[in-house]
């Protein structure tokens, strides 16, 4: 039997739902086929939330551990992991539930299995239990996301080598745990099982972590994270993992050619995302892929095919949950007919670790690429009152603003709250805003965001507390 429907859209993501329920608002009669059997993605079901309820648990664990230096005594702090674990599936299951919910509210029609497909209006769902329907849609979003990459040659068993799925659900905290990769991935994962009691090695082939984001920041993080027990191996790379008893040897090659053994009870591997094309059967419908085997799409999201449009993970861009969004939202207006638009010089990227690290615009390498003259306002939380009153006060702000028109270009924070923080300046850059903007807006006392402010003072160097 076939059921027939104005949109379809393959995935229900962050990028996937969003755009189901803005087409549904739109008027159009919508479906979502989804196949991991809960609906939100790799964010809501073993990225974004999960990740976050762990980095916050963890982190409250580290805090009340430590919490008699500043005169509370709490007596002997246990960590009770199968507890936490069932903690962060709860969240996992609220939101994912809240999802179908608003389906239901939005009268999407939500398929299970998995979709492929037969035709360029037809695609073929298969269930759990091999059953198969087909739909027919005029228009289709194709919004399978990614899934973890590994090194070549290596398979996650996701007990001794994991992938970040992984990571978020060990049964035991891991004696000595190497991460492969210092993207932000490894680094929040790393995070939560360094403050649960791991021994934490993060091995990363490039001389910086969070490759792309602006040097200064990336170095102070790296710091800060080393002050925090957690080890780094710059400009090593992986040649080989081999399981043994104990867990597994990671053998590594630094910069001059040596080769050294890492021994440890887990290593995660975080090097990357690929895009989820495969098994869409898109030679059916004629889809074409870019050179990194990415779902190519023009501006407005259309695939080589008039009907079929591509969103998210699966296409050019950060792979951030945010990013596929505002994707959703943008093509299912523009399937509607409107202009549906993204700012990509407005998206932040957030570090949930603490201190966070935010970012946003662009960087002072990419200004110095683009040659393009820039001011830079910088401010330290150690000056910012909020900060020093609750003794959270590592890391700055630093705001790029153009050198002769003023306009704000970029900002990279690092600091307490920073992932909130940044939304201020997204804001202000979408309108335009100069870096006098912001210093001539008035923020509250005592907050964090009045690093912002003072930020943007010192970009004509006339910061008042420093
Ligand atoms: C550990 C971790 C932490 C993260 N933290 C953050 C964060 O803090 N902030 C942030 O912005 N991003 C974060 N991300 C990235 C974020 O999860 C992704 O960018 C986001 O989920 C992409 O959304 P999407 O809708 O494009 O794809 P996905 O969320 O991957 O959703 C695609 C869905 O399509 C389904 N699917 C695939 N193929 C088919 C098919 N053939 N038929 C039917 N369904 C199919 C999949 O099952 C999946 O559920 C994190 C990722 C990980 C792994």
């Not at 891991?174 to 099982?193: N, T």
């Not at 995660?268 to 094309?277: A, F, M, Q, Y």
């Not at 998210?312 to 549906?340: F, T």
Request: hydrophobic share 40%; with cysteine.
């Amino acid at each position: 039997m076939t059921e027939k429907f104005e949109a379809v859209v393959i995935g229900g993501g962050p990028g996937g739902y969003v755009c189901a329920i803005r087409l549904a608002q739109l008027g159009f009669k919508t479906a979502c086929v989804e196949s991991r059997g809960s609906l939100g993605g790799t964010c809501l079901n073993v990225g974004c939330i999960p990740s976050k309820s762990l980095l916050n648990l963890s982190d409250e664990f580290h805090k009340v551990k430590n919490l008699s230096k500043k005169g509370i005594e709490v007596g002997d702090v246990k960590l009770n992991l199968e507890k936490m674990m069932k903690s962060k599936d709860k969240a996992v299951t609220v939101l994912t539930k809240g999802v179908e919910f608003l389906f239901k509210k939005n009268k999407v029609s939500y398929f299970k299995g998995t979709a492929s497909f037969k035709s360029k209006n037809e695609i073929l769902v298969k269930d759990s239990n091999n059953d198969e329907k087909i739909i027919n849609a005029n228009k289709i979003v194709i919004a399978t996301g990614s899934a973890p990459l590994s090194l070549p040659g290596i398979k996650f068993d996701e007990t001794t080598i994991l992938s970040s799925t992984g990571a978020l659900k060990i049964d035991h905290v891991p004696k000595k745990m190497i991460v492969v990769g210092g993207g932000y991935i490894g680094l929040e994962m790393g995070s939560v099982w360094s403050r649960l009691g791991s021994e934490v090695h993060v091995i990363e082939f490039l001389e910086n972590i969070t490759p792309g984001m602006d040097t200064e920041i990336s170095k102070e993080f790296m710091k800060i994270l080393k002050k925090q027990g957690i080890q780094f191996h710059m400009q090593h790379k992986v040649k080989q993992i081999v399981k043994n008893n104990s867990g597994a040897t990671v053998t590594t090659v630094d910069k001059e050619g040596k080769e050294i053994d890492f021994d440890c009870n887990v290593v995660l591997i975080s090097v990357g995302r690929k895009p989820n094309t495969e098994g869409l059967n898109l030679k059916a419908a004629g889809v074409q892929l870019d050179e990194k085997m990415r779902i190519k799409t023009d501006k407005n999201f259309r695939t080589n095919l008039d009907n079929i449009f591509a969103i998210g993970d699966v296409i050019k861009g950060p792979m951030l949950a945010h990013k596929a969004e505002d994707e959703g939202i943008a093509v299912a207006e523009n399937i509607a007919g409107q202009s549906g638009h993204v700012n990509y010089d407005t998206i932040p990227g957030v570090v949930y670790t603490t201190p966070e690290v935010a970012s946003i615009g662009k960087t002072e390498e990419q200004l110095k690429e683009m040659k393009i003259d820039y001011k830079i306002g910088k401010f330290s939380f150690m000056a910012n009152s909020r900060a020093k009153a609750i003794d959270d006060a590592e890391g700055f702000v630093k705001i790029l603003a153009d050198a002769k028109t003023d306009k704000v270009l970029g900002a990279h924070l690092i600091g307490p709250h920073a992932g909130e923080l940044v939304a201020e300046i997204g804001v202000a850059m979408e309108f335009g805003a100069s870096s006098e903007d912001l210093a001539r807006t008035c923020h509250a006392h005592p907050t964090f965001s009045e690093a912002i402010k003072e930020a943007a003072l010192s970009v004509e160097k006339r910061a008042i507390h420093s």
